[in-house]
Nanobody, 126 residues
Framework: QVPLVESGGGSVQAGGSLKLSCAASGYAASSSRMAWFRQAPGKEREGVAS??????????DYADSVRGRFTISRDNAKNTLYLQMNSLKPEDTAVYYC?????????????????WGQGTQVTVSS
C-alpha cells in the first residue's frame, strides 16, 4: 500500500488556482507532521508548506515565496492533506510532493521525511 498518493496537479495560466490533495495511509497517516515540497527541473527539492497534525490548531509553516498565496490544510477524518494554491506564477512550476514524518526536525529538512508520495506535476504558463 502506497503511503501517500497525490492528486490535483495540472496546467494553469498565471494568476490561476489549483488544489492539490494527498491521501495518507498506514504509518504515514499517523505522522505528526505533513508537508508539501516541490522540485523544478535542475533545482533541489524545496519545502513549500508544513502542518502539524496532532493539534487541533494545526500549526503551519510556509516558504516565503508562497506565503499569502498558498494554504495548507488537513482533514484528519479523511487522512487527507491539501494545498490550495492561488495567484500562481510561472516560477511555481514544479513537481509537487507530499511528505510525512514523526521526527523532530526543521520542517524544510528533506531527509527528515521517511514517507513520500510519487509527485504531481504543476505547470503555470505566462
Amino acid at each position: 500500500q502506497v503511503p501517500l498518493v497525490e492528486s490535483g496537479g495540472g496546467s494553469v495560466q498565471a494568476g490561476g488556482s489549483l488544489k492539490l490533495s494527498c491521501a495518507a495511509s498506514g504509518y504515514a497517516a499517523s505522522s505528526s507532521r505533513m508537508a508539501w515540497f516541490r522540485q523544478a527541473p535542475g533545482k533541489e527539492r524545496e519545502g513549500v508548506a508544513s502542518i502539524l497534525t496532532e493539534t487541533s490548531a494545526g500549526t503551519t509553516d510556509y516558504a516565503d515565496s508562497v506565503r499569502g498565496r498558498f494554504t495548507i490544510s488537513r482533514d484528519n477524518a479523511k487522512n487527507t492533506l491539501y494545498l490550495q494554491m492561488n495567484s500562481l506564477k510561472p516560477e511555481d512550476t514544479a513537481v509537487y510532493y507530499c511528505a510525512a514524518t514523526s521526527l523532530f526536525i526543521h520542517w524544510t529538512s528533506v531527509r527528515g521525511y521517511p514517507y513520500w508520495g510519487q509527485g504531481t506535476q504543476v505547470t503555470v504558463s505566462s
